[in-house]
């Protein structure tokens, strides 16, 4: 049986970006504090207020859909430049702990590595252009291209259909629990959960699943 935390012991590896990769404090930023910053100086309104909507609007849209994930619908939806605002605040985009050298690590090996996202294509960019991702993935793949947000289980058959990789030889890594659940479900031959996707936050409980706090643990 493969040990899971031996991530080099795999054919393919499927890693998620932001949370697993990439700090989500970023995006927390992005989302609960600048845009509803901007949005309440757009509406001359108290932020707490505007917040308070953001966050019932957030809700409403359900996540795990591929409208929770694209910035063209937020855009719309709020009346911000929404692009605009993530390449003004891009600066804040960087790696979590080890995760630079995790991936240059991985380099060196004769395995198939491949970046699979839910981030919108336009995010997706701006984090490759800040971070240099580019030179560490033999392919980049949105949940947008696909179709499906990697929470569907359709998703998960399509990837395949696109990578032509052997599910059994596959290592998963991700830091959320639906994504994970349906990766885990599709019979993926690891599935490993991050417990600390954010580093202004505590690590998470993930008992379900083979959980580590970085990816520099996958390495052995």
Known sequence: MRNATDCLQYETILLDMDGTLLDLAYDNYFWLELIPRQLARVRQLPEEVVRGELLERYAARRQGSLLWYCLDHWEEELGLDIKALKSASSHRIGFLPG????????????????LVTNAHGHTLDIKRDVTGLTRFFNHFITSHEIGFAKENASFWPALQSRLGFNPSTTLFVDDSLPVLNAAQNYGLGAVVAITRPDTRKPASDLPDHIAVKGVSELLR
Do not use: I, T
Request: aromatic share 6%; hydrophobic share 55%; no cysteine.
């Open 99 to 114: 995760a630079r050298e995790f991936l240059s690590a991985l380099v060196s090996h004769p395995v198939q590595v491949v």
